[in-house]
């Protein structure tokens, strides 16, 4: 009894030890699992650092290529920017300058050519009305006054130094008592030329406008209404200045001199004409006409008497 009862406490004792043991053993199974998990990761992380490695290494590269570029985008924009230039230069868009010249040339030929054809329609028929007078009627009376202007101009310097040179050579103090020509008296002969010219045209708008009561009688259509009647002295004061440059004086004089007179005649046949409204008799008519007119023309002819009076005392002994 006594035999079997130890042998059956040695084997409780193994039993208790075992399963004091058993805990541990457990503990090392878990330990030896989670390593176990734990070891792929440790075994992938060296696998994972050279893709890494690579990324980054690939990410420098890509930096530095975009830094390279960058700096050679830089030192292109100048290139670039020059070509862009020479291109606009070139560009057929730009207008060239020789083109602009040719161009503005051709559309002076043409207008030249267009006022010459105007001004023949004009001497063949004075008394007609074109649609092409309202363009031509400024030119009209441009052309007059630079004209006219030009061979009196002409005619005071040729007719100062010529005759009255030969008088200086005698009397040293002679030539005094005559104004100078300077660019003054170029700008006072044009003013007093433009406002003589004027002054007919201003003469017949206040008849048409307060003596026949016509309202739909303008500065404008005064204008036109005597551009075609100003084509003859256009065309005589042009010869004429032509003439006055050199020196041809009494021709010229001349010439101004009709130009003047058909220019009256023009503003006569203006202030004449009665319109179709007019109550008024027309002898009276008539004579208030010329009242208005030469009162209108009467005041012109003083503003340009102050601006000219020395100059024509230049040609009074000519």
């Known amino acids: 009894m006594t035999q079997e ?7 409780e004792k193994t039993a208790n030890n075992d399963k004091k043991d058993s805990p541990s053993d457990s503990v090392l199974l878990e330990e030896d699992s989670e ?8 075994e992938e992380n060296p696998q994972a650092n050279p893709e890494d490695k690579e990324t980054s290494e690939e990410t420098v590269e890509t930096e530095e290529i975009a830094e390279k570029s960058e700096k050679i985008d830089e030192s292109e924009e100048p290139v670039k920017e020059a070509s862009q230039k020479s291109q606009s230069l070139e560009s057929p868009f730009l207008p060239d300058s020789t083109s602009a010249k ?6 002076f030929k043409e207008e030249l050519a267009d006022l010459w054809f105007w001004l023949q329609g004009a001497l063949k028929e004075p008394t007609a009305s074109i649609g092409s007078d309202k363009k031509h009627s400024y030119n009209a009376f441009a052309l007059l006054t630079i004209f006219s202007a030009t061979s009196f101009l002409f ?12 008088m200086a050579s005698i009397d040293a ?4 008592q005559f104004p100078s020509l300077n ?3 170029v700008f006072s002969i044009l003013v007093a030329t433009s406002l003589f010219f004027f002054s007919i045209i201003m003469g017949g708008f206040v008849v048409k406008r307060f003596v026949d009561q016509d309202s739909d009688w303008t500065l404008e259509r005064a204008f036109q209404a005597h551009s075609r009647l100003l084509a003859i002295p256009v065309l005589l004061t042009g010869i004429a200045s032509f003439f006055a440059l050199f020196n041809g004086l009494r021709f010229a004089v001349l010439l101004c001199l009709i130009s003047i007179g058909l220019t009256l005649l023009a503003n006569l046949y203006i202030i004449s004409r009665p319109s179709k409204d ?8 008539l004579l208030l006409a010329f009242l208005v007119n030469g009162g209108v023309l009467f005041l012109f002819f003083l ?3 102050a601006l000219v009076f020395d100059y024509l005392r230049i040609l009074a002994f000519m």
Do not use: C, N
């Open 183 to 185: 660019l003054f008296s």
């Open 173 to 176: 103090h002679f030539m005094e």
């Open 303 to 305: 503003a340009e008497m």
């Open 35 to 42: 390593t176990r998990d734990e070891a792929p990761v440790v």
């Open 102 to 107: 040719t161009a503005l040339f051709a559309v």
């Open 155 to 166: 005619i005071v310097y040729h007719a100062k130094q010529g005759y009255y040179g030969r």
């Open 278 to 285: 007019s109550q008024t008799d027309p002898f009276y008519r």
């Open 5 to 11: 009862w130890f042998e059956s406490a040695d084997f």
